[in-house]
C-alpha cells in the first residue's frame, strides 16, 4: 500500500528536552493529570476539511498545495486515497478522533442518486480504516453551503425546494455518520444569514432553520442514532450576518425553539473572535448555562478582520480554555477538533504534522497549567471571596426571590452607603503568569 507521509513515522512524545521536530514535548498520551490520561482529556480529532482537502486558496489566487493524495482523474480513486493518507495521518499523528462534511469524503455528483452511492462506498472503506485502526468519528457533518443551489442559505433558503435538498442531505449525512459509530452531528450555519433585509423575511428563516433541526432531531430518535448535536455559532462570513451569531444568540434560539434538549453548543476560537469575544468567554457562556459540548480549537489574527483558521500555539488561549472546560466537568461527547489549516505557504505535508504537533503541546500546557490553577483554588477563592456578601442574609433574599424593591429600599435606608472593594485584576493577572 502507498505511503502519502514516507518521511514522518508514528509520532511519539520525548519530552520538553528533546529537539525533534517530529515528537511531543508536552503532549504525552498516557499521562494522568486530574485523574484521566492526557488523551481522554482532550480527545484531540483532525478536520478532514483542512488537513486533507484544503489547498488554500486565497481571493487572490487558486490553492498551492499539491498532495500526493490528489492525483488522479477518477474522483472516487482520489477520494479513496485520501481516506487512506487521512487514515496513515490520523495514526502517525496519534489522534484518537477525526471530523468530516458528507462531501469531504464523497465528492458531490451531478445527482443526489450518484452523490449517495458514493458516500455509501467511502464510508465502506472509512469504516474498515476505523476498525483497522481504532480511530473514531467525533462528528459529522453535512456541506449546505458550497453548491451554488445553497447560495441563498439552506435551511433558512427562500424556496422550500432547496430546504427539502438540504434536509435529505443532513438525512444521508446523518446515516453515514451512524453508520461511522459518530459521536456527535455538526450543525454549522454555513449560508444560514443574510447579506441584505431589504429581501429577507427574518422571521420566517429563523422559524425554518428550527423546522430543520427539529426533522434531525426526529430522524435520529427514528433510526436509533445516540450521538450528541451541536450548533457551532459563528456571527459572519460567509453572510454578512449569520444567524447563530455567537454561543448566546444559539442559546436564545435553542430556547425560543424548544430545543435545549437536544442540541449543545460546538464552540470555535475563531469564531469568538470574529463575534468580538474571547474564547475564554465562548466557553464560560456556554458552561454557566449547560451548553458547552465540543470545541473546533484554532485562532484568528488580531490584524485580520477574517476566519484565518490558524492553529493554536497561544499558552494564554489554551490555559485559560482548559481551565474553562475542566471547570465544567470536561468533554463527555465532545473533544478538541482542530478545526485549522496550515498557512498557504506551508506546502510540504509534513507541515501538517508540525501544525497539529503544535496545536497539541500547546493544549497540553494549558491542560497542565490549568490543572495546577485547580488544585491550588487561586480563581476559586478569589471569585468565591468577591462574591461572599450574597452568602449573607441580603444575598439570600435576593437570590431565592423572597425581596423585593421595598425591601431594598428599607436595607440601604437602615445600612446606606455601600462598602466598595477593589477587583484586584493586576493582581490576578500577575498570579496567572506564575502558573503559564
Ligand atoms: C467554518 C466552520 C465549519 C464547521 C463545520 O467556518 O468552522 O468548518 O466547523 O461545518
Ligand atoms: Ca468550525
Ligand atoms: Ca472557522
Redesign the pocket.
Known sequence: MKEFFPGVSKIEYEGPGSKNPLSFKHYNPTEVVMGKTMADHFRFSV?Y?HTLKNQCADPFGPGTMRRPWDEGSDPMEIAENTMRAAFEFFTKLGAGFYCF?DLDIAPEADTLEETNRRLDRITDLALALQNDTGVKLLWG?S?LFSNRRFMSGAGTNPSPAVFAYAAAQVKRALDATQKLAGEGY?F?G?REGYETLLNTDMGRELDHLARLLHMAVDYKKKIGFDCQFYI?P?PK?PTKHQYDFDASSCHAFLQKYDLMDHLKL?L?AN?GTLAMHTFHHELEYAGANGILGSV?ANRGDLMLGW?T?QFPVDLYDTTLAMYTILKYGGFTTGGLNF?AHVRRQSIDPEDLFHAHIGGMDAFARGLKAASRMIEDQVLETIIKDRYAGWDSELGRSIEDGTASLECMEQYTLENGEPEIKSGRQEYIENILNEYI
Open positions: 478536520a476539511w462534511h457533518t456541506n455538526v454549522w454555513g457551532e459563528k462570513e460546538n470555535e469564531h473546533d476566519d483558521d478545526d
